[in-house]
T-cell receptor, first 116, second 114 residues
Framework: DARVTQTPRHKVTEMGQEVTMRCQPI?????VFWYRQTMMQGLELLAY????????DSGMPKDRFSAEMPDATLATLKIQPSEPRDSAVYFC??????????????FGQGTRLTVV | KNQVEQSPQSLIILEGKNCTLQ??????????LRWYKQDTGRGPVSLTI?????NTKSNGRYTATLDADTKQSSLHITASQLSDSASYIC?????????????FGTGTRLQVTL
């Protein structure tokens, strides 16, 4: 059963600490997205990758957030240092893009981050 | 500014009843519009996708409509079930050259009760 896997599911951390969230996209998918969801803002796109290359990270605060894809099976989102306003659910999604055809994005279950 | 507005913000209906959720957008240029269902504690799952030329698309008891002239979409749920309780999110994609951008609505929270 192919699915996007995110770890950890929940994370509580103190302000100032580094947080790393991981995502395993569906095997064969070449596009990976990171989203943040809060009650106030809804879903926001932070960054997305195609074939492991970052295509758009304009939604991501550059001073503290970084996103990487060390290999095709792992995407990471890091926050350093974390702040209480970073508390949110972070979703990873993956899809397959071939030429101009884009499949739907399949979402993971999210990482619920609480920064105290 | 590209925006996606959804209404109502929340809705409670009795099981078996129908309901319609609205999505108005100002995103341009328009590429496609998706409706997602998000259960509590889960990631969003795509229900329908419509391009400019499509007016209606169905997925079981879910029927989405699109009026690209007035920039409005609706999601109609027929014979609601308890399992329809979720947030429904409207997402509009715009493509300019090779750049693709998604604009999300803040969702409608639907609760189906007995």
């Amino acid at each position: 059963d192919a699915r996007v896997t995110q770890t950890p599911r929940h994370k509580v951390t103190e302000m100032g600490q580094e947080v790393t969230m991981r995502c395993q996209p569906i095997l064969g998918h070449n596009t990976v997205f990171w989203y943040r969801q809060t009650m106030m803002q809804g879903l926001e796109l932070l960054a997305y990758f195609r074939n492991r290359a970052p295509l758009d990270d304009s939604g991501m605060p550059k001073d503290r957030f970084s996103a990487e894809m060390p290999d095709a099976t792992l995407a990471t989102l890091k926050i350093q240092p974390s702040e209480p306003r970073d508390s949110a659910v972070y979703f990873c999604a993956s899809g397959l893009t071939t030429g101009t055809i884009r499949s739907e994005a399949f979402f993971g279950q999210g990482t619920r981050l609480t920064v105290v | 500014k590209n925006q996606v507005e959804q209404s109502p913000q929340s809705l409670i209906i009795l099981e078996g009843k129908n309901c319609t959720l609205q999505c108005n957008y100002t995103v341009s240029p328009f590429s496609n519009l998706r409706w997602y269902k998000q259960d509590t504690g889960r990631g969003p799952v795509s229900l329908t996708i419509m391009t400019f030329s499509e007016n209606t698309k169905s997925n079981g008891r879910y029927t989405a409509t699109l009026d690209a002239d007035t920039k409005q979409s609706s999601l109609h749920i027929t014979a609601s079930q308890l399992s329809d309780s979720a947030s429904y999110i409207c997402v509009v994609r715009s493509i300019t050259g090779t750049a693709s951008k998604l604009t999300f609505g803040t969702g409608t929270r639907l609760q189906v009760t007995l």
